[in-house]
Structure formats: structure tokens, C-alpha cells
């Protein structure tokens, strides 16, 4: 079984300041990561997906995040955030095998960014 | 390329009575799923369709819950009787297949009274 923990389930930071929202995964298996973004009312929204590679993967809207197997870890970073990051992110992971992936999409509980200007 | 498209938005219904929603995937996406997302909580899983056959429902509530999709595009997903803890937002997403991406839908926000 799989299991993802979001470490902080709300982070307030000011425009422009640095964030990292964590999170950590179990698995017995190999698995894939994703970060996702909920807006207000909306669907969730890909921010990046870690497949293989390169661990530091590079996503949209200035959002990278850090595949750490050792530590079972794949934070979320931004340099400087805006008013507009403003929203939840979710941490999921799926197991695969051959390249493909199988069984469920697991999330995690939810970061709720606030950004403050 | 159009979305995944999820209708209604909003529904308000009394315990006990019906509720029915409807999603249309992304196009040539093989793979649809429904997700059941109670506030404060990540997306659960509720049944997963390859095609228009169930490959997953384990987590899908059988005695109250159903799913269909006819001719492997659009899926009904059914609630009947609905109780209170079915209040959620129910998330529709598709997948191209072996493409590792699923593309959510903008859910449907279920209220039970």
C-alpha cells in the first residue's frame, strides 16, 4: 500500500518571500509523484510530475520540486511567490511497474497556501 | 482541446432523495475516474473506468452508489438514497493511456440536507 503525508496543512507567506511545501511518500513499490493545484471552486490543475530523471523537476508557474528517494521526499519549492499562488496544493503518488502505471492515484490531505501582501 | 467537462456545478438535495451527475472526458482519453473529495481532504478515488469497463471500484459505496459509461465516453455517476456524508465535491478526470497524466474535471459540489 501507498500512503502520502503533506507535512503543513496551511503555510502563510508574504509576496515575494520563498516556500517549500512538504511532503512524504511510502511505498513498496516504485512509484510516480505529482503536485497539483486547486483553486477556489475549480478542478485540480498539474503543477509537475516526476516520472524519472532528473530529480529536480520544473513544473509551471515557477513551481519546481525535489525527488528525494533516500528520504522518501518531494517538496514543493517557489523562489518568490505571488498573490495569484494563492491557493491548495496536493501531493499524490502512484505505483508502476514496466513504465506504466497501475492501481490508484493516492493524494495527500492538502496545503492550503496563503500568500499576504 | 476541450477539457473535462462535469455538469451539474451545484446541487442541493434533502437526505434520501437522488442525485445523478454527469461527465464527458477528454477526447480519445480511454480512462475516466470519479473522485469523491470531502472539505479538508485530498481526493479519494471512487471507481475506475478503461473503456466502459470498471477496472477499479473497490472504494465505490455498492449500496448506494453507481457508475456507468456507455460506449466508453461519457459516465454517470448515481448517489440513491444520499445521506449527509455524501456532502463532497465529486471530481471527474480522464487519462490518455500510458501517458501518466490525469486531467480533472471542475467537480460537481454536492450539499445534503
Known amino acids: 500500500a501507498q500512503s502520502v503525508t503533506q507535512l503543513d496543512s496551511q503555510v502563510p507567506v508574504f509576496e515575494e518571500a520563498p516556500v517549500e511545501l512538504r511532503c512524504n511518500y511510502s511505498?513498496?513499490?516504485?512509484?510516480?509523484l505529482f503536485w497539483y493545484v486547486q483553486y477556489p471552486n475549480q478542478g485540480l490543475q498539474l503543477l509537475l510530475k516526476?516520472?524519472?530523471?532528473?530529480?529536480l523537476v520544473k513544473g509551471i508557474n515557477g513551481f519546481e520540486a525535489e525527488f528525494n528517494k533516500s528520504q522518501t521526499s518531494f517538496h514543493l519549492r517557489k523562489p518568490s511567490v505571488h498573490i495569484s499562488d494563492t491557493a491548495e496544493y496536493f501531493c499524490?503518488?502512484?505505483?508502476?511497474?514496466?513504465?506504466?502505471?497501475?492501481?490508484?492515484?493516492?493524494f495527500g490531505q492538502g496545503t492550503i497556501l496563503t500568500v499576504h501582501p | 482541446e476541450a477539457g473535462v467537462a462535469q455538469s451539474p456545478r451545484y446541487k442541493i438535495i434533502e437526505k434520501r432523495q437522488s442525485v445523478a451527475f454527469w461527465c464527458n472526458p477528454i477526447?480519445?482519453?480511454?480512462?475516466l475516474y470519479w473522485y469523491q473529495q470531502i472539505l479538508g481532504q485530498g481526493p479519494k478515488l471512487l471507481i475506475q473506468?478503461?473503456?466502459?469497463?470498471?477496472?477499479?471500484d473497490s472504494q465505490l459505496p455498492k449500496d448506494r452508489f453507481s457508475a456507468e459509461r456507455l460506449k466508453g465516453v461519457d459516465s454517470t455517476l448515481k448517489i440513491q438514497p444520499a445521506k449527509l456524508e455524501d456532502s463532497a465535491v465529486y471530481l471527474c478526470?480522464?487519462?490518455?493511456?500510458?501517458?501518466?497524466?490525469?486531467?480533472f474535471g471542475p467537480g460537481t459540489r454536492l450539499t445534503v440536507l
Open positions: 511505498s513498496s513499490v516504485s512509484v510516480y
Open positions: 473506468f478503461q473503456n466502459n469497463g470498471v477496472v477499479d
Open positions: 477526447s480519445g482519453h480511454a480512462t
Open positions: 516526476y516520472l524519472s530523471g532528473s530529480t
Open positions: 478526470a480522464s487519462e490518455r493511456q500510458k501517458y501518466n497524466e490525469q486531467f
Open positions: 499524490a503518488v502512484i505505483s508502476f511497474a514496466g513504465g506504466t502505471s497501475y492501481g490508484k492515484l493516492t
